[in-house]
């Protein structure tokens, strides 16, 4: 999984995978297309959706933006802190 800020930033490596979209490219299969807080764009597997902190982020995100938000998820968490849970629930999921 790579991070990109949504305005075209640097890239920064949060694992050993980079797979991420840019404008005009497709989300690759499996994954689920997130922007943090701050804006840097993520793609998450379907996998770890069920993860117990995952659901806690969308829970949060559904309680400040509803369900019927346009376009890409977003996560109300800062970056920093998304990159800590994505980590962690990859880092469990094995």
Same mark, same amino acid.
């Given at each position: 999984?790579?991070?990109? !800020? !949504?305005?075209?930033?640097? &890239? ?9 979209? *840019? *404008?005009?490219? !497709? ?6 297309? %997130? ?23 969308? $829970? %949060?995100?559904? &309680?400040?933006?509803?369900?019927? &938000?346009?376009?890409?998820? /977003?996560?109300?968490? *800062?970056?920093?802190?998304?990159? /800590?849970?994505? $980590?962690?629930?990859? #880092? /469990?999921? #094995?």
């Amino acid at each position: 999984m790579a991070w990109r !800020k !949504k305005s075209g930033g640097n &890239q920064s490596s949060a694992g050993p995978s980079r797979c991420y979209a *840019d *404008d005009g490219e !497709k989300v690759p299969r499996g994954h689920v297309p %997130m922007v943090t807080g701050c804006g840097e764009r993520v793609l998450v597997p379907v996998r770890l959706l069920a993860a117990p902190c995952i659901v806690e982020l969308l $829970d %949060m995100a559904a &309680q400040s933006c509803g369900y019927s &938000q346009p376009g890409v998820l /977003r996560i109300t968490c *800062d970056a920093g802190h998304f990159r /800590r849970v994505i $980590d962690g629930a990859l #880092g /469990r999921a #094995g």
